[in-house]
Nanobody, 125 residues
Framework: QVHVVESGGGLVQAGGSLRLSCVVSGRTFSAYIMGWFRQAPGKEREFVAAIGRNALTYYAESPKGRFTISRDNAKNTVYLQMNSLKPEDTAVYYC???????????????????WGQGTQVTVSS
């Protein structure tokens, strides 16, 4: 059974930084493509960033240039470094894993197999 656990959320002022972590257990972590999604109150879950098995990365337009996704296969962990945070980044952030093949990354939530419980990020103005 695969478990996905996020951590690192919190309250930060606009312009500040946070680093989210996500640990995956149960299978070979390096075999997964990893993604970060977020969901703000009253909005649909949206794609933030993804990182492939070969560490290729892909970002949604909004966080591009401010967020960095990375992975450490030795620690079964994927990270999301978030800089220059804005109030509109406030959301619950979810980590997801997929074992799908065919592409280097995936940006649709229905393409991911395993999800964490989410971690709240709140950016105050």
């Amino acid at each position: 059974q695969v478990h996905v656990v996020e951590s690192g959320g919190g309250l930060v002022q606009a312009g500040g930084s946070l680093r989210l972590s996500c640990v995956v257990s149960g299978r070979t972590f390096s075999a997964y493509i990893m993604g970060w999604f977020r969901q703000a109150p009253g909005k649909e879950r949206e794609f933030v960033a993804a990182i492939g098995r070969n560490a290729l990365t892909y970002y949604a337009e909004s966080p591009k240039g401010r967020f960095t996704i990375s992975r450490d296969n030795a620690k079964n962990t994927v990270y999301l470094q978030m800089n220059s945070l804005k109030p509109e980044d406030t959301a619950v952030y979810y980590c997801a894993a997929t074992g799908n093949f065919g592409r280097s990354w995936y940006a649709r939530s229905d393409e991911y197999d395993y999800w964490g419980q989410g971690t709240q990020v709140t950016v105050s103005s």
